[in-house]
């Protein structure tokens, strides 16, 4: 596949860079999008209405490493049935190019050839309603994995409206509690000896998991802080730039963007990039003690701001409940 053949020749050049990686997966998406419009167009006639194709976890944050799997969705501003016929298929299209291009389909279906995550833009009201009145423990995991969607193509007001339609009609204290308490768990990283804690069975004993251990506590917390502030980008990195100091100054905010870019970057360099899982995993033996102590304190910085902001959201829950 010349798509596939495209990502292979190009890899090499961004792969030890975050941001240039990040530029080149959606470069790479954007050409299937846009061969899949072809060949639905081709199958079923021209686009029927304005639409917007989304993408969410590690590539709505900018955050995907050398391989990723898929998260995505569509939008569609129509409501006919042949219009949700023209936009499923187109999903199942890009479901399927995003595959032969190296991206591995999602194991929850959060893709756009599932109907639940590709809807007319009422129906996508409808159902964010429906999970913000439940808040069941699987609502509030859904309305966690939106909070990240980021338009890759076609309308982005899509996406906006109904991200602030969450922000205006959730309970918001509610909302951020609930949403934490769906990502309190963190991994600790180093043990009381001060050494890495790495996996103790499976493929990847005496590897260390880079991606629950060391990226999501920096991810879940800024998260967290973006919803408090009613804020519409996706990527932490952008998160951070555009939080107000209300509960972090702008020096400590510049300190952990610092701090998670090179943690993404050393991802880049050190994990045996083979396949998707492989690139969660650090294999720690191989690391200089210099290495080592760098890992450990960007491990840290990240525990201790998920733990600042777990005070923060516990503090103002007693608060509320007094």
Known sequence: ME??????????????????????????MKKVIHLALKQTAEKLGPLPCPFSFFVMGSAGRFEQSIWSDQDHGIIYQDDRVKTKVYFLELGKEISRGLFQ???????????ASN????????????????????????????????????????????????KNQIYQTANKDQLVKKMFNNTKYLRNGINV??????ETYGPYAGWLNIKEIGILPYVNAIRLLAIKENLLKTP??????????????????????????????????????????????????????????????????GSALFHSVRKLIEKEDSHANE
């Open 3 to 28: 798509i596939r053949k495209f990502r292979d020749d190009k890899m090499n050049q961004a792969s030890h860079d975050h941001i240039k990686l990040n530029q080149l997966h959606d470069e790479i």
């Open 101 to 111: 291009a190296g991206y591995a389909y999602c194991d929850g279906g959060v893709m």
């Open 115 to 162: 109907p639940l995550w590709c809807k007319s833009l009422y129906e996508w009201h409808q159902q964010l309603m429906k999970w913000i009145l439940e808040f069941s423990w699987e609502s509030v995991r859904y309305l966690l994995i939106f909070i990240d969607a980021r338009t890759l193509v076609g309308d982005e007001e899509f996406v906006d409206t109904l």
């Open 193 to 198: 000896f001060g050494k890495l804690v790495t």
């Open 236 to 301: 932490t990195l952008e998160r951070l730039d555009q939080l107000s100091e209300l509960h972090f100054s702008d020096i400590d905010l510049d300190f952990f963007k610092h701090q998670f870019i090179k943690l993404l970057n050393f991802r880049l360099i050190y994990c045996n990039h083979t396949n998707y899982d492989s690139g969660h995993y650090l294999p720690v033996a191989h690391l200089s003690k210099e290495q080592s102590k760098e890992l450990k304190d960007m491990i840290k910085y």
